[in-house]
C-alpha cells in the first residue's frame, strides 16, 4: 500500500488493545496497552481505552484520570467525538467514586456534546447517566424527567437493553416517590423491553422491580411470585447483583406476610451477596430492608445498626440524603 | 436487518486499499467493494468514497452519487485544506475524513454507525411499517372493530392529527403506536408522553427542552421530546392535563412547526405528527375554559373512540388466552389450558380496569395457580388500598384527626416505617409526620 502525497502508512498500535475494550476483555486490553510504545502512550485514545478497561476493572480514580487526560487531549484538537466519549468515561468514574456533582457535570457535557453531534445513542445513554444521578440525589422528579429523555431516545434508536434500564429506572423512582400505578406501569414496560432484547439479566432485574412495585400496591402472593421467578433467572444467568435484590424483595414480602425468621434469612443473605461484590448501593438497600425488619420485631439496637450501616454505605457514594434518611431511623 | 451490516466502498485509487478491509474487520462487518456507478447494499452502514490522490475526480463525481437507503456517504482523502472538506460536504458527502490523521475519528464515526444499526438490529425493532398494525389491539367485536375500521383509514395520512378516546386501560397508546407503525412516518421515531404523570411546571420544558441555566435545576442542557420525535409521531397521552398556557404554545408549535428551548434563542424546525388521547370528555373542558377550543379543533381531525371492556365482552376469552400464552412464555410455564369456570369467571366480571386490568389478573392467575391451570379464585385482584388495608376501618363520618391518623398508619406501612418517605408521600415534612404520629400515641 502506498499512501499518496508522502503520508506516512496506516498502522495502528492500538488496535489489539482497542479489540479487547470492546470484546470486554479488560485484563488483556491491560497487557495489551502497557505494551504500546512510549509516544502511544500519549495519545488521547490510549488513554481513552486505558479509562475504559480501568473502569471495568474497577479503578475508577485511575479510569478517571486517564478519562480526563485524554477528554482535554481530544478538546485542544477539535475532536467532539473523542471529547464526548472521554468526557462520558470521567464522569462514569466520578460516579463511581461518589462525586456525584463532578459526574453531572461530565455527563451533562457529554449530552450537550451528543445532542451537537446528533449521537442519539449516546445522548441516552448521558441522560440515563444524568437520572441516576439525580436519583441519587434523591431529586426524583429530575430523575424521572431524564429517564423520560432517555427511554425516548433509546426507542428511537431501537436500544431494547437501553430501554429496558431506562424504564427499570423509572419504575425504581416511580415506586419510591409513591406513583405506584405509575411504577407498575413502567415495569410492565421494562420487562417487555428486556424481553425484546433477549437480555436474561435485565429481564431478572425488571423483573425484580416489578415485583417490589406489586407489594407496595398490596399484592404480596403476586410479588413473592414474581420476586422467585426473578432470582431463578439471576442465579440461572450469574447475576450477583440482582441475586441480592430479589432476594432483598423477598425479605420484604416474606416481612410484610408476618414471616420474620424466613424474612430475616432472606435479608441476610441479600446483604452478603451484595458485600461480596462489593456494591454500596446494593448493600445500603439490604442493610435498609434489615433495619426495617429489626424495627418490626422490637430489635431496635439491631435496628439501629442495621441503619447505620447502610447511611455509611449510601455516603460512601454520595448518596447523602438517604444516608441522611437513614440516620435519622 | 437481518443480515451482517456492510461498509461500501467506491475506490478511486488504491491508496490506503488495505485499511477497509482492516477497518471492516475490527468493527466486525463486511466489506464491500462498490462500482461508482452501483447501488449500496440495504445493509451497508456507510459508504467510503476512498479517493487519496483522486481527490479533484471524487468532487466531479460525488453529486451523481445518491442513493435512497439511511446510510451516509464519506469522502476520505489525503488533502487536509478545510476549504476542500467544505466543497466535498457542498457536493453531498455527509463527511469529509483526511487520512491517516482522521484515521481513529473515521473508525469511531463508523463504530458508532454499525452499533446503531446492530441496536435497530435486535429483535422487533420498530422501523419497518407492519402487515397489520392493529393486531396488538386484539379483538373480534362489532364495537372494536369499527374503531379499528376508521383508524385503517387515517393510515396512510402522515400528518392528520388524530385524537384517541377511551377509558383508563383500553389501549389508547397501543392504538397511537399502531397508527405510527402502520403509516408512512413508520421509520421516524414513536414518543409517547403521559402529561399527567408531568408536574405542570416542568411540562413545557420536557416538550420543548430547556438550555443549561434555564431554571434553577437546568443544570444540563436538554433537548425536549418534540425534538425526540422529530420525523416521526409524538403521543400526547391525557391532554387534557396539559396546562393551559403551555396550550398555547402546543398550538404555536403545532402551526408553525418551530420550536424554541426554553431559555433558548434559537427556535428549530420540527416535523411532527400528534396523536393525542384522553380518558375525560375534552369537550367539557372546553365549555368550563380549561382546555383551548382552537387547540381542540386542532387535535382533534380525526377522533377515534376505543369502547371500554364491558362494551366488548366477547373479545374477554381471546384476550385472556393471548396473556395466558405470552406470559407463560415470559415466565417459562405450561400454556394454561381456558376451562369453563375461567371462562364463566371471565365473563362474570366487569373489568373496570378494562384490558390492564385483564392482563394483570392473567398474570397473577397464571403466577399462582398450579403450573398449566389458571384458578379463577386467583383470577380477581386482590389488591389493597393501603390506608384501607394498613390503617385499618375508618368510621364514618371520621374526625378530621382520625383521617389524618389512618393515613399516616397507612403511609408508615407502605413505606416500611421509613418516615422520610411516608412524610414525602403525604406531601408533609418529617418533623410534621412525627408530631402526627406522637399525637396518636397519646
Not at chain 1, 22 to 38: C, I, K, Q, Y
Not at chain 1, 127 to 137: E, K
Request: hydrophobic share 45%; proline share 5%.
Amino acid at each position: 500500500m502506498v499512501a499518496p502525497n508522502g503520508a506516512p502508512p496506516l498502522s495502528d498500535p492500538l488496535r489489539s488493545a482497542r479489540l479487547a475494550v470492546f470484546g470486554g476483555r479488560f485484563l488483556d486490553a491491560r497487557s495489551e496497552l502497557e505494551l504500546a510504545a512510549p509516544d502511544v502512550r500519549t495519545s488521547p485514545e490510549w488513554q481513552l481505552l486505558s479509562a475504559m478497561a480501568g473502569w471495568r476493572l474497577g479503578e475508577y480514580a485511575l479510569s478517571r484520570t486517564a478519562a480526563i487526560q485524554a477528554r482535554d487531549r481530544y478538546r485542544s484538537r477539535g475532536d467532539a467525538d473523542g471529547e464526548m466519549r472521554a468526557e462520558n468515561v470521567a464522569a462514569a468514574g466520578a460516579f463511581a467514586l461518589g462525586e456525584l456533582a463532578d459526574a453531572e457535570r461530565g455527563f451533562a457535557r457529554a449530552l450537550a456534546l451528543a445532542d451537537r453531534l446528533a449521537d442519539d445513542l449516546m445522548a441516552a445513554r448521558c441522560a440515563n447517566n444524568l437520572g441516576n444521578v439525580s436519583y441519587y440525589l434523591a431529586r426524583y422528579v429530575t430523575a424521572l424527567s431524564f429517564y423520560r429523555l432517555a427511554t425516548a431516545t433509546f426507542e428511537k434508536v431501537a436500544s431494547w437493553k437501553g430501554l429496558a434500564e431506562g424504564w427499570l429506572n423509572s419504575t425504581i423512582v416511580l415506586r419510591e416517590s409513591g406513583e405506584l400505578t405509575a411504577a407498575e406501569d413502567a415495569a410492565e414496560r421494562a420487562v417487555s423491553a428486556a424481553e425484546q432484547a433477549g437480555d436474561a439479566r435485565i429481564m431478572g432485574q425488571a423483573l425484580a422491580a416489578q415485583s417490589e412495585a406489586t407489594a407496595s400496591l398490596g399484592d404480596l402472593d403476586l410479588a413473592r411470585a414474581q420476586a422467585e421467578r426473578a432470582l431463578d433467572l439471576a442465579t440461572e444467568h450469574h447475576d450477583p447483583l440482582g441475586e441480592a435484590e430479589a432476594l432483598r424483595i423477598l425479605s420484604l414480602t416474606a416481612r410484610a406476610a408476618g414471616e420474620f425468621d424466613r424474612a430475616l434469612e432472606l435479608g441476610q443473605r441479600a446483604l452478603t451477596i451484595a458485600e461480596r461484590v462489593r456494591h454500596p448501593w446494593t448493600v445500603g438497600e439490604a442493610q435498609r430492608e434489615l433495619g426495617d425488619l429489626f424495627s418490626v420485631v422490637g430489635r431496635e439496637a439491631d435496628a439501629r445498626s442495621a441503619f447505620q450501616a447502610a447511611a455509611q454505605a449510601f455516603e460512601r457514594i454520595g448518596a447523602v440524603s438517604r444516608a441522611e434518611e437513614m440516620r435519622s431511623r | 436487518m437481518d443480515q451482517r451490516p456492510t461498509l461500501s466502498v467506491i475506490e478511486l485509487s488504491d491508496s490506503f486499499h488495505s485499511a477497509w478491509s482492516d477497518l471492516a474487520s475490527e468493527l466486525d462487518i463486511e466489506c464491500v467493494q462498490l462500482a461508482a456507478e452501483g447501488a449500496p447494499s440495504p445493509t451497508s452502514v456507510a459508504v467510503i468514497v476512498a479517493a487519496g490522490g483522486e481527490e479533484d475526480r471524487a468532487l466531479d463525481l460525488l453529486p451523481s452519487l445518491t442513493w435512497g437507503g439511511d446510510f451516509p456517504m464519506y469522502l476520505v482523502g489525503a488533502q487536509s485544506s478545510h476549504r476542500f472538506a467544505v466543497e466535498a460536504l457542498r457536493r453531498g458527502a455527509a463527511d469529509y475524513f483526511s487520512l491517516p490523521d482522521d484515521l481513529n475519528l473515521l473508525r469511531r464515526t463508523l463504530g458508532a454507525r454499525v452499533e446503531a444499526a446492530r441496536e435497530r438490529s435486535r429483535p422487533s425493532g420498530p422501523a419497518q411499517p407492519v402487515a397489520d398494525p392493529f393486531v396488538q389491539l386484539r379483538g373480534d367485536s362489532d364495537a372494536l372493530r369499527a374503531t379499528v375500521e376508521q383508524a385503517e383509514r387515517v393510515l396512510p395520512h402522515a400528518d392528520v392529527t388524530v385524537l384517541i378516546r377511551g377509558e383508563t386501560g383500553t389501549g389508547k397508546e397501543l392504538l397511537a403506536r399502531a397508527l405510527h407503525e402502520g403509516g408512512p412516518r413508520a421509520n421516524g421515531p414513536f414518543v409517547a408522553v403521559n402529561c399527567a404523570a408531568i408536574p405542570s411546571e416542568l411540562m413545557e420544558s420536557e416538550l420543548f427542552g430547556h438550555e443549561r441555566g434555564a431554571f434553577t435545576d437546568a443544570h444540563a442542557s436538554k433537548p425536549g421530546l418534540f425534538e425526540e420525535a422529530h420525523s416521526g409521531t409524538l403521543f400526547l397521552d391525557e391532554i387534557g392535563h396539559l396546562p393551559l398556557p403551555l396550550q398555547g404554545k402546543l398550538l404555536r408549535a403545532l402551526e408553525d412547526r418551530r420550536i424554541r428551548r426554553v431559555g433558548g434563542t434559537q427556535s428549530r424546525n420540527i416535523d411532527v405528527r400528534i396523536v393525542a388521547a384522553t380518558h375525560v370528555e375534552l369537550t367539557a373542558a372546553v365549555e368550563r375554559g380549561e382546555f383551548r377550543e382552537d387547540l381542540y379543533y386542532r387535535i382533534n381531525v380525526v377522533d377515534l373512540l376505543l369502547p371500554p371492556l364491558r362494551e366488548r365482552s366477547d373479545d374477554v376469552e381471546t384476550l385472556a388466552i393471548h396473556f395466558a400464552g405470552a406470559l407463560a412464555q415470559r415466565y417459562s410455564l405450561p400454556v394454561p389450558e381456558i376451562t369453563e369456570p375461567l371462562r364463566a369467571a371471565l365473563r362474570g366480571y366487569p373489568w373496570p380496569g378494562n384490558v390492564r386490568e385483564l392482563r394483570h389478573a392473567v398474570e397473577r392467575a397464571l403466577l399462582l395457580s398450579e403450573p398449566g391451570t389458571l384458578d379463577p379464585e386467583q383470577l380477581i385482584p386482590r389488591r389493597r388500598t393501603p390506608a384501607a388495608a394498613e390503617g385499618g376501618p375508618i368510621p364514618f363520618p371520621a374526625s378530621l384527626q382520625e383521617i389524618q391518623q389512618a393515613a399516616v398508619r397507612a403511609a408508615l406501612v407502605q413505606h416500611g416505617d421509613n418516615k422520610s418517605a411516608a412524610a414525602r408521600q403525604l406531601g408533609i415534612s418529617r418533623a410534621r409526620l412525627q408530631r402526627l404520629i406522637d399525637r396518636g400515641e397519646d
